[in-house]
């Protein structure tokens, strides 16, 4: 009898032990994209989907380790992730650049388009508050290009070429990273041939907080590839959330150029040259 009420006792306190070894030690956070709202302009807001978002990536990191990765190409209004206890860096990118490539802690862009960074800090504990609400902000940068002259029957395509562009994001930092100085290319619709001051292009890249510059080559092809009209841009200014605008003649002849900040973005100093 006393061995068996000691072998039921030892049972109990096995059973007992095994419970706090299974105790839960993470809890689920749910992020709210203030209603999919991201910065669009000063005091305005536009939903992920009005903004033609393609991707979503969210990345865990606990000091320099990086914990978790989550991409969603749809149902950007909410996302729930479970986290251990601790204090971690939850990171937001959202664009619709095209073929993008994930090597943490960047990004890289084959064709970079509009794009939006967030960080927040949590501190995950036991029976905490489980939802924060996350704005994103724009981390692109755009360029402009307006071509005033009568568009020949040849034309064939536009051609911008940055001395120095940015094709990443840092994602912890929200930096524009992996610069290059590749051709940027818009083919031009056969719509267009024949009209005059309605051919314009926009070509997005990554930026990094300050502000910075670059000499910005324009070529007007022709469909046999020949230059049809080209000019150079110097020391042309961008920062992110950002468009530089410019506008001129091409074909030919004298070339004028004028240089003004769109109205849908952040105002940046209007130059001339």
Not at 75 to 91: A, D, K, Q, R, V
Request: net charge negative; glycine share 8%; aromatic share 8%.
């Amino acid at each position: 009898m006393l061995a068996l009420s000691a072998a039921m006792m030892l049972a109990a306190c096995s059973d007992y032990t095994e419970e706090q070894t299974n105790e839960k030690h993470e809890e689920t956070v749910r992020f709210s994209l203030s209603n999919g709202e991201i910065t669009q302009e000063l005091m305005t807001r536009a939903t992920l989907a009005d903004m033609n978002i393609t991707d979503l990536w969210i990345f865990d990191y606990m000091g320099d380790d990086l914990r978790k990765t989550m991409h969603k190409t749809d149902g950007f209004n909410s996302i729930t992730m479970e986290l251990g206890y601790g204090e971690h860096t939850i990171c937001f990118v959202a664009s619709r650049g095209s073929e993008p490539t994930v090597n943490a802690p960047t990004i890289t862009w084959e064709k970079p388009s509009d794009t939006f960074w967030a960080t927040l800090v949590i501190d995950v504990k036991p029976s905490m508050q489980g939802e924060y609400a996350v704005v994103l902000k724009r981390v692109a940068t755009r360029l402009k290009i307006a071509i005033t002259d009568e568009i020949p029957a040849n034309a064939g395509k536009l051609e911008v070429k940055p001395a120095m562009w940015y094709y990443g994001l840092d994602v912890r930092t929200g930096e524009g990273v992996s610069n290059r100085d590749q051709v940027r290319t818009v083919n031009i619709p056969s719509s267009y041939i024949g009209t005059t001051g309605q051919l314009s292009a926009s070509f997005f890249g990554l930026s990094p907080k300050t502000e910075w510059s670059t000499d910005v080559s324009v070529r007007l092809v022709s469909t046999d590839e020949q230059t049809i009209g080209e000019v150079t841009l110097p020391s042309v200014g961008f920062k992110q959330n950002l468009t530089t605008s410019y506008s001129g003649r091409i074909v030919g002849g004298l070339r004028t150029v004028g240089v003004t900040a769109d109205d849908e973005w952040t105002q940046g100093d209007e130059q001339t040259w």
